[in-house]
T-cell receptor, first 113, second 111 residues
Framework: EPEVTQTPSHQVTQMGQEVILRCVPI?????FYWYRQILGQKVEFLVSFYNNEISEKSEIFDDQFSVERPDGSNFTLKIRSTKLEDSAMYFC???????????FGPGTRLTVT | AQSVSQHNHHVILSEAASLELGCNYSYGGTVNLFWYVQYPGQHLQLLLK??????LVKGIKGFEAEFIKSKFSFNLRKPSVQWSDTAEYFC?????????FGAGTILRVKS
C-alpha cells in the first residue's frame, strides 16, 4: 500500500535556527498538508497546499513558516527561526480524491532547545 | 467552523471489556467524520470514516462507529478490546479540505 514518508524522524535544533522538515506524499495525490501535535495536545492543522500554492493556513502558520514543493515529489515545511514552543510532532498528510481520505506520514519530532 | 469534542481523555479497560469512546462535533452542514488511531511511537492510521449512507460504519480491527445526526455524535465502539488496542484515538471532522481533530482519548487495556 502506498504511504507518506517523512524525514528526519527526529530533529533537535537550537532556538533561532532554521529547520526544514521533508515529506514525500503519495505520488498521485494533489493536496498536501502539515499538521502538528504539541506533546499532550490535539493534532492541529497548519497549512494545506494545492496546485503549487497554499490553499489554506491556520493562525499558527505565521511568517516564520513556509512550505514548498521543490521538485514534484517532495513537500517541505521550513521554520525560519525556531522557538521553544515549536517543539512538537509534525505530520505531513496527502489527500486523494479517490477515497477522500487523508493519509498521514509517521511524523517528525522536532525538539527546540 | 467545525469543532470536535472527545469527552474522555483517559480510559482504562481490562481485556475483553467493551469500549465506547464519545465524540461530538459542531454542526456545519454535511459532515465527513473520521476516527484515527495512533499506536505508541507510530503515525496516525485511519480506523473508519463516515461520509453518507448507513450511519453504522464498520472499520478495521473490529471497530465500528455510529453517526447519530440528532445528537451530533460519532461514537467509536468495540465489543471486546485487546491489549493491542492500547493507543490514542482521535475523532476528526472534515472542514473544507482539512481535518479538525478532537483532543484525543488515550486508551490503556490491561492484560
Amino acid at each position: 500500500e502506498p504511504e507518506v514518508t517523512q524525514t528526519p524522524s527526529h530533529q533537535v535544533t537550537q532556538m533561532g535556527q532554521e529547520v526544514i522538515l521533508r515529506c514525500v506524499p503519495i505520488s498521485n495525490h494533489l493536496y498536501f498538508y502539515w499538521y502538528r501535535q504539541i506533546l499532550g495536545q490535539k493534532v492541529e492543522f497548519l497549512v494545506s497546499f494545492y496546485n503549487n500554492e497554499i490553499s489554506e493556513k491556520s493562525e499558527i502558520f505565521d511568517d516564520q513558516f513556509s512550505v514548498e514543493r521543490p521538485d514534484g515529489s517532495n513537500f517541505t515545511l521550513k521554520i525560519r527561526s525556531t522557538k521553544l514552543e515549536d517543539s512538537a510532532m509534525y505530520f505531513c498528510a496527502s489527500f486523494g480524491r479517490e477515497s477522500y481520505e487523508q493519509y498521514f506520514g509517521p511524523g517528525t519530532r522536532l525538539t527546540v532547545t | 467552523a467545525q469543532s470536535v469534542s472527545q469527552h474522555n481523555h483517559h480510559v482504562i479497560l481490562s481485556e475483553a471489556a467493551s469500549l465506547e469512546l464519545g465524540c461530538n462535533y459542531s454542526y456545519g452542514g454535511t459532515v465527513n467524520l473520521f476516527w484515527y488511531v495512533q499506536y505508541p511511537g507510530q503515525h496516525l492510521q485511519l480506523l473508519l470514516k463516515y461520509f453518507s449512507g448507513d450511519p453504522l460504519v464498520k472499520g478495521i480491527k473490529g471497530f465500528e462507529a455510529e453517526f447519530i445526526k440528532s445528537k451530533f455524535s460519532f461514537n467509536l465502539r468495540k465489543p471486546s478490546v485487546q491489549w493491542s488496542d492500547t493507543a490514542e484515538y482521535f475523532c476528526a471532522v472534515r472542514n473544507g479540505n482539512k481535518l479538525v481533530f478532537g483532543a484525543g482519548t488515550i486508551l490503556r487495556v490491561k492484560s
